[in-house]
Nanobody, 125 residues
Framework: QGQLVEFGGGLVQAGGSLRLSCIAS????????MGWFRQAPGKEREFVAA????????AYGHSVKDRFTISRENAKNTIYLQMNSLKPEDTADYYC??????????????????WGQGTQVTVLS
Protein backbone atom coordinates (compact mmCIF):
# COMPACT_ATOMS: atom_id res chain seq x y z
CA GLN A 1 0.00 0.00 0.00
CA GLY A 2 1.44 3.35 -0.99
CA GLN A 3 1.64 6.42 1.13
CA LEU A 4 1.71 10.12 0.36
CA VAL A 5 2.88 12.69 2.91
CA GLU A 6 2.52 16.43 2.37
CA PHE A 7 4.77 19.18 3.76
CA GLY A 8 4.98 22.93 3.53
CA GLY A 9 1.63 24.27 4.62
CA GLY A 10 1.37 27.26 6.92
CA LEU A 11 0.31 30.87 7.33
CA VAL A 12 1.10 33.45 4.68
CA GLN A 13 -0.01 36.98 3.89
CA ALA A 14 -2.09 37.62 0.79
CA GLY A 15 0.19 38.10 -2.19
CA GLY A 16 2.81 35.81 -0.72
CA SER A 17 4.08 32.40 -1.79
CA LEU A 18 4.32 28.89 -0.42
CA ARG A 19 5.70 25.65 -1.81
CA LEU A 20 4.05 22.39 -0.88
CA SER A 21 5.86 19.08 -1.20
CA CYS A 22 4.49 15.57 -1.30
CA ILE A 23 6.74 12.57 -0.75
CA ALA A 24 5.54 9.20 -2.00
CA SER A 25 6.56 5.81 -0.70
CA UNK A 26 5.59 2.18 -0.96
CA UNK A 27 4.57 2.08 -4.62
CA UNK A 28 6.08 2.82 -8.01
CA UNK A 29 4.66 6.34 -7.94
CA UNK A 30 6.88 7.32 -10.83
CA UNK A 31 4.34 5.54 -13.02
CA UNK A 32 1.36 7.35 -11.47
CA UNK A 33 -0.12 10.64 -12.46
CA MET A 34 0.07 12.95 -9.47
CA GLY A 35 -1.98 15.91 -8.39
CA TRP A 36 -3.16 18.31 -5.72
CA PHE A 37 -6.64 18.91 -4.43
CA ARG A 38 -7.87 21.29 -1.76
CA GLN A 39 -10.83 21.50 0.55
CA ALA A 40 -11.97 24.61 2.33
CA PRO A 41 -14.27 24.41 5.38
CA GLY A 42 -17.81 23.65 4.33
CA LYS A 43 -16.87 23.09 0.70
CA GLU A 44 -16.30 20.10 -1.54
CA ARG A 45 -12.82 18.89 -2.37
CA GLU A 46 -11.60 20.79 -5.43
CA PHE A 47 -9.10 19.83 -8.11
CA VAL A 48 -6.07 22.14 -8.07
CA ALA A 49 -3.37 20.74 -10.37
CA ALA A 50 -2.06 17.56 -11.96
CA UNK A 51 1.09 16.33 -13.64
CA UNK A 52 1.48 13.15 -15.66
CA UNK A 53 4.09 10.52 -14.82
CA UNK A 54 6.30 11.60 -17.72
CA UNK A 55 6.20 15.30 -16.74
CA UNK A 56 4.97 16.24 -20.20
CA UNK A 57 1.41 17.16 -19.27
CA UNK A 58 0.04 19.48 -16.63
CA ALA A 59 -3.45 20.66 -15.80
CA TYR A 60 -4.73 23.37 -13.48
CA GLY A 61 -7.99 24.34 -11.93
CA HIS A 62 -9.42 27.58 -13.25
CA SER A 63 -9.00 29.45 -9.97
CA VAL A 64 -5.26 28.74 -9.68
CA LYS A 65 -4.11 28.79 -13.27
CA ASP A 66 -1.22 31.21 -13.88
CA ARG A 67 -0.53 31.43 -10.13
CA PHE A 68 0.31 27.83 -9.16
CA THR A 69 2.87 25.51 -10.72
CA ILE A 70 3.04 21.75 -10.26
CA SER A 71 6.25 19.80 -10.78
CA ARG A 72 7.75 16.45 -9.85
CA GLU A 73 11.07 14.75 -9.32
CA ASN A 74 10.56 11.05 -9.91
CA ALA A 75 14.04 10.20 -8.64
CA LYS A 76 13.03 11.68 -5.27
CA ASN A 77 9.43 10.39 -5.37
CA THR A 78 8.38 13.96 -4.74
CA ILE A 79 5.91 16.37 -6.27
CA TYR A 80 5.67 20.07 -5.58
CA LEU A 81 3.07 22.80 -5.77
CA GLN A 82 4.52 26.28 -6.03
CA MET A 83 1.82 28.73 -5.03
CA ASN A 84 2.32 32.40 -5.86
CA SER A 85 0.13 35.47 -5.51
CA LEU A 86 -1.85 33.73 -2.81
CA LYS A 87 -5.33 34.96 -2.00
CA PRO A 88 -7.48 34.48 1.12
CA GLU A 89 -9.76 32.25 -0.96
CA ASP A 90 -6.83 29.84 -1.40
CA THR A 91 -7.16 28.98 2.30
CA ALA A 92 -7.84 25.24 2.54
CA ASP A 93 -6.42 21.87 3.40
CA TYR A 94 -4.29 20.74 0.47
CA TYR A 95 -4.11 17.06 -0.42
CA CYS A 96 -1.66 15.17 -2.57
CA UNK A 97 -3.22 12.53 -4.81
CA UNK A 98 -2.19 9.74 -7.18
CA UNK A 99 -4.10 8.22 -10.06
CA UNK A 100 -3.43 5.52 -12.62
CA UNK A 101 -5.19 7.29 -15.49
CA UNK A 102 -4.81 10.83 -16.80
CA UNK A 103 -7.96 12.89 -16.30
CA UNK A 104 -6.65 16.39 -17.01
CA UNK A 105 -8.87 18.98 -15.36
CA UNK A 106 -11.61 16.37 -15.03
CA UNK A 107 -9.75 14.60 -12.22
CA UNK A 108 -12.24 14.01 -9.39
CA UNK A 109 -12.11 12.34 -5.99
CA UNK A 110 -13.45 9.06 -7.35
CA UNK A 111 -10.59 8.86 -9.89
CA UNK A 112 -8.01 8.89 -7.12
CA UNK A 113 -6.08 5.81 -6.08
CA UNK A 114 -4.12 7.18 -3.12
CA TRP A 115 -4.55 10.28 -0.93
CA GLY A 116 -2.21 12.09 1.38
CA GLN A 117 -3.32 13.21 4.83
CA GLY A 118 -3.38 16.90 3.91
CA THR A 119 -1.56 20.05 4.92
CA GLN A 120 -3.24 23.28 5.93
CA VAL A 121 -2.69 26.53 4.09
CA THR A 122 -4.04 29.78 5.54
CA VAL A 123 -3.79 33.02 3.61
CA LEU A 124 -4.28 36.15 5.69
CA SER A 125 -5.90 39.21 4.18
Amino acid sequence: QGQLVEFGGGLVQAGGSLRLSCIASGRAFSTYHMGWFRQAPGKEREFVAAIDWGRTLTAYGHSVKDRFTISRENAKNTIYLQMNSLKPEDTADYYCAAALNWHDTNWREYNTTVWGQGTQVTVLS
